[in-house]
């Protein structure tokens, strides 16, 4: 039996930015008026723009959120073949300084990370051990510094910051209007889109909240094309979480290790002086994962 290759590859990553349109026939559009003809011909349908900003906007504003992600994900093997892994996620967040994600993997790994307005903790309950790095501010600098400094793996990292619809309107390249969707838990407008690297399709609730309900990215620039699903669940918008109720508490016997750095090399393959490893607040050891979903 051949092993099966196993990558924590970028997942929403979320570029954020979702593919072109599908074979489905949008609403009926008005007639159209005179001299509407090149702004038709936008690759950006603007109704499929409202409803992506009313989503992006509802998340950046909220004083915070808790909801459950359902995610798969392809790894391509060495042969071509497609092998999905799976995952669950438990996000909480509330502004300004507070975060906690619990997940759960498919072969029933989990990992806890948080965020308290003042450090950074990332703790392996299999191992009973924890990173701990200090941090200061708010849950956008700390999901940056996650992602791009630490190398956390965090899907879905961008649906957590507030410059969420900034960040989308730098990177979007086409968006269109797919259909109403009703087998999705509510009904929703299914969107489709594109950015520089990726293709990707929202479902967004039609009522209000309009919150998302079923995100896929491809990442069509990676050999074969790999996607990664996340279906969402248990939506709560603004809830009464004390920031505290969020902080990680060492389990009893918890053993807290370094952060290790994943150290960056030379042409030459050496590593640059500034960059030294097994230090307390440079990447991960014993919680980790690879990059995913940076802002960028």
């Known amino acids: 039996m051949k092993s099966l290759r196993w990558l924590a590859w970028p997942a929403l990553c979320i570029s954020l930015t979702f593919g072109p349109a599908l074979a489905a026939d949008p609403p009926a559009n008005p007639p159209q008026a005179a ?3 090149a702004q038709d011909d936008s690759p950006i349908d603007g109704d499929a723009l ?3 900003n009313r989503m992006a906007e509802t998340l950046a504003t909220a004083r915070g959120f808790s909801v459950t992600m359902r995610g798969t994900f392809d790894v391509v093997q060495d042969d071509g073949q497609k092998i999905e892994f799976g995952e669950r996620r438990t996000v909480t967040l509330s502004r300004p300084g507070a975060l906690r994600v619990e997940s759960q993997e498919s072969d029933g790994k989990t990992t806890l990370v948080t965020f308290d307005g003042q450090a950074i903790t ?3 309950p299999a191992e009973n051990v924890y990173a701990r790095v200090d941090k200061t501010g708010n849950v956008d600098d700390a999901v940056r510094h996650l ?3 630490l190398q956390v793996r965090l899907p879905m990292a961008l649906l957590l910051v507030s410059t969420l619809p900034a960040d989308l309107d730098a990177r979007l390249q086409a968006l269109d209007y797919v259909e109403r969707d009703g087998l999705t838990p509510v009904p929703s407008d299914h969107l489709a889109g594109q950015t520089e690297d990726i293709d990707f399709q929202v479902w967004v609730a039609t009522g209000d909240p309009p919150l998302p309900q079923r995100i896929i990215i491809t990442y069509k620039d990676d050999e074969g ?3 990664y699903r996340a279906d969402f669940s248990d939506w709560k918008l603004n809830p009464e979480v004390p920031a505290a109720q969020l902080a990680f508490r ?9 952060f290790l750095v994943r150290v960056p090399r030379t042409a030459a393959g050496q590593a640059p002086d ?5 230090t307390s607040g440079q990447g991960t050891s014993g919680a980790s ?3 995913e979903g940076a802002p960028k």
């Not at 060492?250 to 370094?258: F, N």
């Not at 500034?274 to 097994?278: H, I, K, P, V």
């Open 250 to 258: 060492p389990p009893d016997g918890a053993e807290r290790i370094p």
């Open 35 to 37: 001299g509407q003809e």
């Open 147 to 149: 992602v791009q400094d």
């Open 122 to 124: 990332v703790f392996n």
């Open 225 to 227: 094309e790999p996607q």
């Open 289 to 291: 994962g690879s990059t």
């Open 50 to 52: 409202k409803t992506l």
């Open 274 to 278: 500034d960059t030294s490893q097994g």
